[in-house]
């Protein structure tokens, strides 16, 4: 059985970073790739980044928002990673973390096995 779980959330204030984690389970790690969505209150879910099996990267938000998100995979871990520095209170969401099918994609739609989702809050 495919399992995701995310981890690495919580409330910090505007300007703060934050690593969020995705320990997978049930596949072969290193095969897949691994997308990070946001899904933020109200809103749809959004892609930001996605990594290949061999840690290839890919980003999905605005360029002026890239620098902020840096996603990252240890595969000896079946672990993938998203830190968010700078922190902003439009950064508040959940955050969820899928597997990817063959290549990534920035939409969500595409992704068929997601974890639970870690809840971040930035305060002003």
């Known amino acids: 059985e495919v399992q995701l779980v995310e981890s690495g959330g919580g409330l910090v204030q505007s300007g703060g970073s934050l690593r969020l984690s995705c320990a997978a389970s049930?596949?072969?790690?290193?095969?897949?790739?691994i997308g990070w969505f946001r899904q933020a209150p109200g809103k749809e879910r959004e892609g930001l980044s996605c990594i290949s099996g061999i840690g290839n990267t890919y980003q999905y938000m605005s360029d002026s928002e890239k620098g902020r998100f840096t996603i990252s995979r240890d595969n000896a871990k079946n672990t993938a990673y998203l830190r968010i520095d700078s922190l902003k209170p439009e950064d508040t969401g959940a955050y969820h973390c899928?597997?990817?099918?063959?290549?990534?994609?920035?939409?969500?739609?595409?992704?068929?096995?997601w974890g639970q989702g870690t809840q971040v809050t930035v305060s002003s």
């Open positions: 049930g596949f072969t790690f290193d095969d897949y790739g």
């Open positions: 899928a597997r990817a099918p063959i290549t990534c994609y920035s939409g969500p739609e595409f992704y068929s096995d």
